[in-house]
């Protein structure tokens, strides 16, 4: 990771510790936490009156998100859940409740702060059927194949290495899961640079993907039925989206793979007309230490 992008890892962890510490320490015994101080566009309004009365007010206080993933991805019962980037554990509770006591509902999240407000949460709310780990969304801490349905809220936006971000998604999901994510996504025609000059990284603006780049990328992990829907304007050119897509299973119910047929342990012979290729596929596996050299 470069000094850049660890600075920026930096300054989003802070924010967000921040933000949680106001809501611990802003309550008072006869009127409740304080709310993080978000515009129309992000926060708890963005739920419906009667999943907010049936959390905790710590919970609500905290959320910083952008859409409503649970109700856009359609949870159904029995379902394992994974939210990224979980923050007061807004939408892991939700999921919870949706998925039922017989499943689970992860959420992850980098900040000890927060993390700490979540279980916090989740014991206010009586939540069995939750678990809360940390990590990175860049470097997801559970096996492959093990997720029914991945949402996030506003999140993916932060990162400072989105492609590590997809591509680990796709991995912890199930042949045949989904995500359902609400994230800030700008007009195809905006620069980087003019993102920028309308928001901060850390306010989830300057550092949002185009709908373009969101639907290369997921495509490139892997991800077939990617359908990117803008909400609401967060700034000029700038949209709250739902962001759905499928790990889909070929034919013959396997996931479906974006490396070639006689790739190896990354190695492939893939060469345009104009190159040649220096090694064999066999002399290049070998010199890999590949272990299926044949």
Not at 234 to 248: L, N, P, Q, W, Y
């Amino acid at each position: 990771m470069s000094e850049q992008s660890t600075d920026l890892r930096e300054t989003v962890r802070q924010r967000y510790a921040a933000a949680a510490v106001q809501v611990t320490e802003g309550g008072t015994a006869c009127c409740g936490p304080e709310p993080v101080e978000v515009d129309e566009n992000f926060g708890s309004t963005l739920y419906a009156a009667d999943e907010r009365d049936a959390l905790p007010a710590e919970a609500i206080s905290a959320s910083l998100g952008c859409g409503n993933p649970t109700a856009v991805a359609e949870l159904r019962a029995g379902e394992c859940v994974l939210d990224l980037g979980s923050g007061g554990g807004i939408d892991v509770l939700l999921s919870a409740r949706r998925v039922g006591p017989s499943s689970k509902a992860y959420g992850l999240d980098m900040t000890d702060e927060m993390l700490a407000l979540a279980l916090a949460n989740a014991e206010k709310a009586g939540a069995t059927n939750v678990e809360f780990l940390k990590g990175t969304i860049e470097a997801i801490p559970l096996p492959a194949n093990t997720i029914d349905v991945v949402i996030s809220n506003c999140v993916i936006n932060l990162s400072t290495d989105k492609p590590a971000v997809f591509a680990e998604t796709f991995r912890v999901l199930k042949p045949g899961g989904r995500i359902g994510v609400s994230d800030v996504v700008a007009d195809d025609n905006l620069t980087p640079d003019q993102r920028a000059e309308r928001g901060d990284y850390v306010g989830c603006i300057a550092g949002a993907l185009s709908f373009a780049e969101y639907r290369a990328g997921l495509e490139a992990a892997g991800f077939t039925d990617v359908e990117i829907t803008p909400t609401h304007s967060v700034a000029d050119g700038m949209h709250s989206a739902i962001v759905r897509a499928t790990k889909r299973l070929t034919t013959d119910g396997s996931p479906e793979t974006v490396e070639s047929a006689d790739a190896c342990c990354g190695v492939n012979a893939c060469c345009t007309p104009a190159e040649t290729s220096v090694l064999t596929v066999t002399e290049a596996k070998a010199t890999s230490g590949c272990a299926c050299q044949n």
